[in-house]
């Protein structure tokens, strides 16, 4: 017969260590006064990842946003960082009613007025080559058509690469 506990002191079982986290309800408490998962992280000594997973397990969590109106693409990993994907993420926060830090909003002001100047709507293609949307390919600008109307993005069910896709750089670099 193996003896589990061989390798403790005394033959008792090893203690887990105690937790690092108080109780949810304490976690929500901390919530309800504002306090961001980082800050409760700092504070217990633990990641915020902890702290975020402690609350969702507990159901406490609240809900990932939807970005799914403004990003309706199923994005590869590798295009995940792409200017478009981030300033399109934030667009959809701000229209959701959520308050962006000072220059997350400049930032994001100063790419719409760059798209409105441009003329051009946002359009994902996974096969996409690196263009000057996108060092890493996938998302690009296109000139507004007609059937654009004043959206932001193109969504076509089949964004086969062809040649009447024209990629357009709305900083005129290019």
């Known amino acids: 017969m193996i003896n589990k506990f061989a390798d403790c002191p005394e033959g008792f079982p090893v203690m887990p260590r105690p937790r690092r986290l108080p109780s949810s309800d304490v976690l929500r408490a901390e919530r309800q006064k504002g306090m961001t998962y980082e800050e409760i992280g700092e504070k217990y000594g633990v990641t915020k990842g902890a702290v975020y997973l402690q609350l969702r397990d507990a ?15 199923t994005v590869r990993t590798e295009h995940a960082q792409a200017r478009p994907n981030m300033m399109l993420r934030l667009y959809s926060r701000r229209e959701q009613g959520e308050t962006l830090p000072g220059t997350k909003e400049r930032m994001l002001d100063k790419w719409l007025a760059e798209i409105k100047a441009a003329d051009v709507v946002v359009c994902y293609n996974r096969e996409m080559v690196p263009n000057p949307a996108s060092p890493t390919g996938g998302w690009y600008y296109s000139k507004r058509r007609p059937t654009d109307g004043d959206r932001l993005i193109r969504f076509e069910e089949d964004t086969k690469q062809n040649d009447s896709t024209k990629v357009v750089d709305p900083s005129g670099t290019a």
């Open 59 to 73: 159901k406490i969590s609240g809900t990932r946003p939807d970005h799914s109106k403004y990003i309706p693409w």
